[in-house]
C-alpha cells in the first residue's frame, strides 16, 4: 500500500516553480539539490515555490501556509507546517518557498524555507 502511494505521489504533476525562473542555471543550484528538511531531501521529490507574504504566517514559533489543495488547483488551504520540515539552515534564496506534496490523503508539507526577511 505504501508503494502505490509513494508511485501516485511521484507521478502527480509538479506544481512548483523555482525561486527566480532560472534554477537549472543558478548558482544555487547545488544548494537546492541539497536543501533538506527533517522529511528528507526536498527538491529531490516536488519543485519547490516562492509564498508571498500573505500566504505563511508564524505564531508562538511555528508556521502556517496556504497551498493549493490538489496540484495546479485555485482552491488554497491553510496548512500548518510540522516542525521537522522547517528548513532551519540560512535561505540563500531569500524568499519565502514551500515545498507541498500531494496524496490520497490530502496535502501535506515536505519542506518549509521561511524568507529572509530582510
Known amino acids: 500500500m505504501g508503494l502505490i502511494a509513494?508511485?501516485?505521489?511521484?507521478?502527480?504533476?509538479?506544481?512548483?516553480?523555482?525561486?527566480?525562473?532560472?534554477?537549472?542555471?543558478?548558482?544555487?543550484?547545488?544548494?537546492?539539490?541539497?536543501?533538506?528538511?527533517?522529511?528528507?531531501?526536498?527538491?529531490?521529490?516536488?519543485?519547490?515555490?516562492?509564498?508571498?507574504d500573505a500566504d505563511w504566517e508564524s505564531k508562538n514559533g511555528h508556521y502556517r501556509v496556504r497551498v493549493p489543495n490538489a496540484p495546479s488547483s485555485e482552491n488554497m488551504v491553510w496548512i500548518d507546517v510540522p516542525d521537522d520540515t522547517v528548513i532551519t539552515e540560512p535561505n540563500r534564496a531569500g524568499r519565502t518557498m514551500v515545498w507541498p506534496l500531494y496524496s490520497f490523503g490530502g496535502v501535506s508539507i515536505r519542506c518549509f524555507m521561511p524568507g529572509s526577511m530582510t
Open 6 to 52: 509513494a508511485i501516485a505521489v511521484a507521478t502527480l504533476p509538479a506544481l512548483g516553480r523555482d525561486v527566480d525562473g532560472r534554477y537549472k542555471d543558478s548558482s544555487l543550484h547545488d544548494w537546492f539539490e541539497h536543501l533538506a528538511s527533517g522529511k528528507g531531501l526536498c527538491c529531490s521529490y516536488a519543485d519547490g515555490y516562492v509564498i508571498q
